[in-house]
């Protein structure tokens, strides 16, 4: 079993910049590694992704603007934020998959809250 931590989540202006961390309590090298986020009254939603081999994945919208990183020595992912929009309001959370043989292992943190307003 493996806990995710998430930090770094706030009130930011737009335009502003905000750098989430999730802290795993094992080790992650061999998961996808992911952040997603679910802002007011909208669906959860895949904003980024990262695999072991460093190959990332993000949706249009933050395309140029959020970077995804992976640090396995320590067990931690990052997302980088850049150049904010209001739009981008919403609980982030963490995700780390991976399948061994037949079992496929999902684990998820509790959430960060980002809100960005002016």
């Known amino acids: 079993q493996v806990q995710l931590v998430e930090s770094g989540g706030g009130l930011v202006q737009p335009g502003g910049s905000l750098r989430l961390s999730c802290a795993a309590s094992g080790s992650i090298s061999l998961y996808v590694l992911a952040w997603y986020r679910q802002g007011p009254g909208k669906e959860r939603e895949l904003v980024a992704s990262?695999?072991?081999?460093?190959?990332?994945n993000y949706m249009d919208s933050v395309k140029g603007r959020f970077t995804i990183s992976r640090d396995d020595a320590k067990n931690t992912v990052y997302l980088q934020m850049n150049s904010l929009k209001p739009e981008d309001t919403a609980v982030y959370y963490c995700n780390a998959r991976a399948v061994f043989g037949f079992k496929m292992n999902d684990y998820w943190g509790q959430g960060t809250q980002v809100t960005v307003s002016s």
């Open positions: 990262i695999f072991n081999s460093g190959h990332t």
